[in-house]
Nanobody
């Protein structure tokens, strides 16, 4: 059974940092491109960052987080991470990790096959 489990969310002050983790099981992690998405109340789900399968050479970010967030993967641990620095109020959302067999990480969530349950990130000013 495929499982993606996010952790690391919480409440943080504006300007602070959080590191999200996503642990994968039940699948060949090396062969999956991974993405982080988020959904704020009343808003559509938004692509945040993605990393390609295997060596993770292809990395993408939404413009609003570029320079503040860093996605990485550890194939030995079957995990993907999202380091979030200089957090802003508008980063408040439920964050989801997702997996796809695509060679490169798509920005469209419909191209992802597996999803985690989400972890809440709340940034207070």
């Amino acid at each position: 059974q495929v499982q993606l489990v996010e952790s690391g969310g919480g409440l943080v002050q504006a300007g602070g940092s959080l590191r999200l983790s996503c642990a994968a099981s039940g699948l060949a992690f090396d062969n999956l491109s991974m993405g982080w998405f988020r959904q704020a109340p009343g808003k559509e789900r938004e692509f945040v960052a993605g990393i390609s399968r295997n060596d993770g050479r292809d990395i993408k970010y939404v413009d609003s987080v570029r320079g503040r967030f860093t996605i990485s993967r550890d194939n030995a641990r079957n995990a993907v991470y999202l380091q979030m620095n200089s957090l802003k109020d508008e980063d408040t959302a439920v964050y989801y990790c997702a997996a796809t067999s695509a060679l490169r990480p798509p920005r469209n969530g419909f191209e992802y096959t597996y999803w985690g349950q989400g972890t809440q990130v709340t940034v207070s000013s």
